[in-house]
């Protein structure tokens, strides 16, 4: 994927330009005060310009507290998509091998949350694999598989948003905590 964000459509009058310009520069404003890997930036591009995600509809490198009997640690993921105020999907950006990142993803949104987050995406910007928490399935893969924020929207109105269940959170903790203690790096240098 490029970095390169086109205005989203050809405009029709020289008002419109100027307005798809500014909208431009705004998103590029935001995302350059953001301390961001170069997936996490190419995928934030691609939500805004070719899903519809504002903003306010993303967050980035968000720590959760995990406590386990033995331990407590931040899981923290890369991305998080939310809407009238539900976090419904993470993304978890990475360099290759998107597969080995899907059971780590299905885990944290099970228990980060006092609901599982039903969605999450493994993704290098390049590709996407796109997991039902709640089922720990694969439903799809591919960007244009990503829900717009429309789609989205609707989603979130036909979910339930339900606890993983007491007695089978702790696997699930566990989990998080052995992939913690890898702590692969996803940065990617410019290329």
């Known amino acids: 994927m490029s970095t390169y964000i086109p205005l989203g459509k050809i405009p029709t009058s020289p008002e419109e330009r100027k307005d798809l310009l500014a909208s431009r520069v705004a998103m590029e404003d935001h995302l350059s005060n953001l301390e961001l890997t170069q997936v996490q930036r190419r995928v934030i591009e691609f939500l805004m310009a070719q899903k519809g995600y504002a903003n306010d509809d993303i967050e980035t490198n968000i720590d959760f507290r995990v406590d386990l009997p033995d331990a407590s640690f931040n899981a923290k993921t890369d991305i998080v998509l939310k809407i009238d105020g539900k976090r419904f999907c993470i993304i978890k950006c990475v360099m290759s091998s998107l597969e080995s990142w899907e059971r780590h993803s299905i885990a944290f949104g099970r228990v980060v949350e006092s609901y ?20 720990g399935k694969l439903i799809s893969d591919g960007l244009d598989a990503i829900p ?26 566990r989990i998080l905590y052995a992939f913690d203690a890898i702590k692969c790096s996803t940065n990617l240098s410019d290329k």
């Open 116 to 135: 599982q987050i039903p969605y999450a995406i493994v993704t290098d910007s390049e590709s996407a694999r796109i997991l039902d928490v709640v089922g």
């Open 148 to 173: 717009s924020k429309d789609y989205a929207r609707k989603i979130i109105q036909q979910t339930v948003f339900s606890p993983y269940p007491q007695e089978r959170a702790e696997k699930e903790k």
